[in-house]
């Protein structure tokens, strides 16, 4: 499933704040906070964005982040809309303001509290859209009970677990679509080494492209072999030469050239075509 950001919308209304009687009303925001060097990295975060005057102390909010907006009696619902957008942007970047209403939409995706108005008289604050996505995962040993698999490319991930961590019923549903909210990325671990040979009628688990470049590799270690069981001066010479002959032509394929030289499907290609003037 897609996942999505909290929006809020904030509308102030005429005749409101600029009442001196409501200085001091706050309202609550539920944003995501990152930190990169926690476990887990995203959390919920608590504001308390209050209106006052210069000198108007700071309310109380447990457990928030308290943020002054300092305004004026004199000002009109849209001036107060506008330096309340301006001070929920510090901490919400996607937030902006038309006439008297402030939209505000969580930086990251998440789950969070729905906003709430507070102490905040004709003040309206609207949740028009839920955050998606659980910062703690609820299973707790994700590689025992998942498993994937690359079709073209597309990725296909399968869960023996529901969204709650529970398993999944009959034998028919034991793997199904992860029903789990990525919120900080998704890790997958593969292996890459090619299986073990360990029969003479084994196939090399390689791209075919290789395989002249290992029987030069093999013949290379025979004539070594051979070199160094004779006794005859002249065959010892002669497989001595023939051992560096493959040992060149292996390096050139492998080190040198890769598997460009045969390779069916990677490389830039050149047609040159004939000069028929």
């Known amino acids: 499933m897609a996942l999505a950001k ?3 919308t904030i509308t102030i209304g005429d005749g409101g704040l600029n009442n001196s ?18 476990n887990p990295a995203y959390s919920e975060k608590k504001y308390a964005f209050y209106w006052g005057l210069s000198a108007t102390s700071d ?20 001036t107060i809309a506008n ?11 996607n937030s902006s303001f038309a006439d ?28 028009t859209v839920s955050g998606t996505g659980s910062f703690v995962s609820n299973v707790k040993y994700p590689e025992n009970n998942a498993m994937y698999f690359i079709e073209g490319d597309k990725l296909a991930i399968l869960s023996q677990v ?28 593969y292996y890459a080494e090619p299986n073990s040979v360990t029969a003479i009628t084994d196939s090399l688990d390689i791209d075919n492209a290789l395989e002249l470049s290992v029987v030069d590799y093999v013949k290379k270690c025979l004539y070594m072999d051979k070199a160094g069981k004779t006794a005859d001066p002249n065959v010892m010479q002669a497989s ?9 032509n292996f390096k050139e394929a492998i080190q040198r050239y890769g598997v460009r030289k045969k390779d069916k499907t990677g490389g830039s290609r050149v047609v040159k075509v004939p000069n028929l003037v």
């Open 162 to 189: 529901d969204s709650s961590g529970n398993q999944n019923t009959t034998a028919r549903k034991s793997l199904k679509a992860i029903q789990e909210n990525l919120v900080e990325g998704l890790m997958i671990q």
């Open 83 to 93: 330096k309340t957008n301006s001070a929920i942007g510090v901490h919400f970047t």
């Open 59 to 78: 309310p109380t909010v447990s457990g928030a982040e308290v943020v002054k907006i300092t305004i004026e009696t004199s000002d009109s619902a849209n």
């Open 240 to 248: 001595m030469a023939m051992a560096t002959k493959h040992e060149r």
């Open 6 to 8: 909290h929006k809020t």
């Open 21 to 38: 009687n409501h200085i001091g009303d706050y309202i609550i925001l539920y944003g995501v906070s990152f930190d990169s060097t926690a």
């Open 100 to 127: 008297n209403v402030v939209t505000v939409e969580n930086t990251y995706v998440g789950n969070v509290s729905d906003s709430e108005s507070g102490t905040a008289s004709n003040i309206t604050v609207a949740n």
